[in-house]
């Protein structure tokens, strides 16, 4: 049995988890788990979780906050009209197929499999960030239903081992097919709902039974986690987003990019040196 010294310290930790990754989400506009991933990573590690197991309750705690954030956020965009439901159909059972790929990819993986995955994913993110101009477009259209295909099963895939939900790869991916933004943000929304919920369960089924977990723990998704950290970072993304409104959305962009990028540099510094 956890004694309240052990405890206290973790659920302290996990509420100010929340409380950052929330701000940044608002300010910068992303969701909430390319950033509740790698704070996960360093909170873990100070509180002496096994380090082998801390990609996966990293990855897997992050997936389950995003669940009701996703609700609140598709809620928002659908009743501004802004969810693709056409694309929706043709995209939505592709996700579905990749997040399944995903689970079984972590469940056979090195934990430095997930590890790695985020690092190099996130350094691409922010390299588009930071060097492409927010206008630009590889194409006029969306290609043809094959290629969506083949991209929607990656967007589920990469997300699932990342620990994130659907904006960070699916949002980029749609504009620069010259797709509307804000209505690809709105569609991002429930993409993110699509990952999350079987990748959440996903982990928790791969984790049962894993000794040496932290309190609180249903496989590879802390409970303490994720109430903690879903509902202070919906306390401060508020903060953040009226933060944002203070700083040119140019160096947001900027802002966010750089993150990423040192992000991706402890990642991949993590993966390769441990």
């Given at each position: 049995?956890?004694?309240?010294a ?8 996990l ?37 082998d ?83 630009a ?60 919920l ?9 984790g ?67």
């Open positions: 049995m956890a004694s309240v052990t405890v206290l310290p973790f659920v302290i930790a509420a100010l988890t929340g409380c950052v990754s929330g701000f940044l989400a608002g300010l910068l506009g992303v969701g909430g788990g390319i950033v509740v991933v790698p704070v996960l990573y360093i909170v873990l590690a100070a509180l002496n979780v096994d380090a197991l801390i990609p996966y309750i990293a990855v897997g705690t992050s997936l389950a906050t995003i669940i009701p954030t996703s609700f609140q956020s598709i809620r928002a965009h659908r009743a501004r009209g802004a969810v693709d439901g056409a694309l929706l159909k043709w995209w939505g059972p592709f996700v579905a197929l990749g997040v399944m790929l995903g689970i079984a990819i972590a469940n056979i993986a090195d934990g430095e499999v997930l590890t790695l995955t985020f690092g190099v994913v996130a350094l691409l993110v922010a390299a588009h960030m930071l060097l492409t101009p927010e206008e477009h590889l194409a006029a259209k969306l290609p043809g239903r094959a290629l969506q295909s083949v991209l929607a099963t990656l967007i589920g895939t990469i997300s699932t081992l990342m620990g994130i939900g659907g904006g960070t790869l699916t949002v980029p991916t749609l504009s620069l097919c010259n797709y509307p933004v804000r209505r690809a943000v709105g569609t991002a929304s429930v993409i993110g709902l699509i990952i999350a079987p990748g959440a369960l996903g982990f928790v089924l791969n049962w039974g894993e000794p040496d977990l932290p309190p609180f723990s249903l496989g590879y998704v802390n409970g303490a986690g994720f109430i903690l950290i879903a509902a202070t970072s919906m306390l401060f993304a508020p903060l953040g987003a009226r933060t944002a409104h203070t700083i040119d959305p140019k160096w947001l962009r900027r802002l966010f990019g750089l993150f990423l990028g040192l992000t991706s540099a402890k990642m991949l510094a993590t993966a390769f040196l441990g």
